[in-house]
C-alpha cells in the first residue's frame, strides 16, 4: 500500500518513526486489518484505554508555531484546551495545569519524542519549555 503523507511532519502512531513530507511511502507495510496510522497536523490525540480511565493526552512535537487544541469531553460541555509550541528533541519540558497553577507529571515516548498526561474536564494545559 503506498501512503501520501503531505508537507509537515509526521509520525507513525505504532512505530513513533517520524516522517518529513511531502512523501510517498511506496508499498508501505501493514497489517490488512489495521490501516496505517499516522499523526501530523496538530499534533495532539486524545486516548482512554476504558470508559471507567481517565482520558490521557498524547502531544507530539510536530507544529511549527503556538498551537491550541481543544477537546470536548463525552458529556459535550467539559472542555480541556491544550497549548504548546514545537520543542527541541533534548528539551526539558513542563506540563502546566492552568487550573491548579501547578507542573503535573508526564511520560516521554522515547520512540517518537511524544509526551502524555493525563487531563481533567474544565482544566487546560500548557506545555512549555522548562
Known amino acids: 500500500m503506498d501512503v501520501y503523507l503531505p508537507e509537515g511532519d509526521w509520525y507513525h502512531y505504532d512505530s513513533g518513526r517520524r516522517y518529513k513530507g511531502p512523501l510517498?511511502?511506496?508499498?508501505?507495510?501493514?497489517?490488512?486489518?489495521?490501516?496505517?496510522?499516522?499523526?501530523?497536523g496538530q499534533g495532539i490525540i486524545i486516548l482512554r484505554e476504558a470508559d471507567d480511565l481517565p482520558?490521557?493526552?498524547?502531544?507530539?512535537?510536530?507544529s511549527r508555531r503556538k498551537t491550541s487544541f481543544s477537546f470536548t469531553y463525552p458529556d459535550g460541555v467539559a472542555q480541556t484546551l491544550i497549548t504548546y509550541q514545537k520543542w527541541n528533541e533534548n528539551a526539558e519540558l513542563v506540563v502546566i495545569d492552568q487550573a491548579l497553577g501547578t507542573e503535573i507529571p508526564y511520560e516521554v515516548d522515547?520512540?517518537?519524542?511524544?509526551?502524555?498526561?493525563?487531563?481533567?474536564?474544565?482544566?487546560?494545559?500548557d506545555i512549555v519549555e522548562h
Open 24 to 40: 510517498t511511502l511506496k508499498e508501505f507495510e501493514t497489517p490488512l486489518d489495521a490501516p496505517p496510522c499516522f499523526i501530523g
Open 55 to 62: 482520558f490521557k493526552a498524547k502531544v507530539y512535537p510536530v
Open 110 to 125: 522515547t520512540a517518537s519524542g511524544s509526551i502524555s498526561f493525563y487531563i481533567v474536564p474544565d482544566h487546560d494545559y
